[in-house]
């Protein structure tokens, strides 16, 4: 296996945060931390930047900022559902897609965007079939962008058919738009699986040592 990068950077929304994955300890465990225990990254070498309600503009403006100065690793980005509940400007949300690509790529590290999923939600509260429609859309226009910002940039887009599972509803918490644990578990599984690959394509020297801060 090669060697492991320093640190496991998560940018995105209550998703990523881990939202209804509780961690006994404290706070949530969510996908990022069972994916930095399926990769033996210790749990304080992840930085978690997702918060409630983010969309890509909060990703590209405020959560690049508190992450500073980009280094060698491994970045995942879990945000949209909020951009497509919301509507989107699908021109400005390509720009700042690509400021998340381009801020990983700067630090030479290997990237990963998930796809957004139609989560159960879309069928449990009242809306009209219009509504359902257009946020259906939304939803393949920002993976459609998410995809376009990967191929550029070099990076990883996780197709929605790579995740299939999420659309069993017994993936989801009752309220039908954060993962339960066993989502979280299951999100957690197919990216290690994907971050596995990329991480043991790295240059030699790209990653780094494990015993290093």
Known sequence: MAALPW?????GDSVAEGRDDPDPA?????WAGRLADLLELPRDRVANFGRPGAVIADVAGGQLAAAGKPRPG???????MNDALA?????AAA???AEVFAWAGRGGAVAIAAPVPCPPFLEQVPMSAFRRKRTRQRIDEFNAELQRAAEKH???FLAPDAVRRVADPALWSADGI???PAGHA?????IAAIAGALLAERPAGVATNRGRT
């Open 7 to 11: 640190r496991l950077v998560v940018f």
């Open 26 to 30: 404290g706070g949530w465990i969510g």
């Open 74 to 80: 491994l970045v995942v980005l879990n945000c949209g």
């Open 87 to 91: 509507g989107f400007d699908r021109e």
């Open 95 to 97: 720009r700042r897609i």
């Open 154 to 156: 070099g990076m990883a």
């Open 178 to 180: 954060h993962l339960n």
């Open 186 to 190: 299951y999100v957690a599984e197919v």
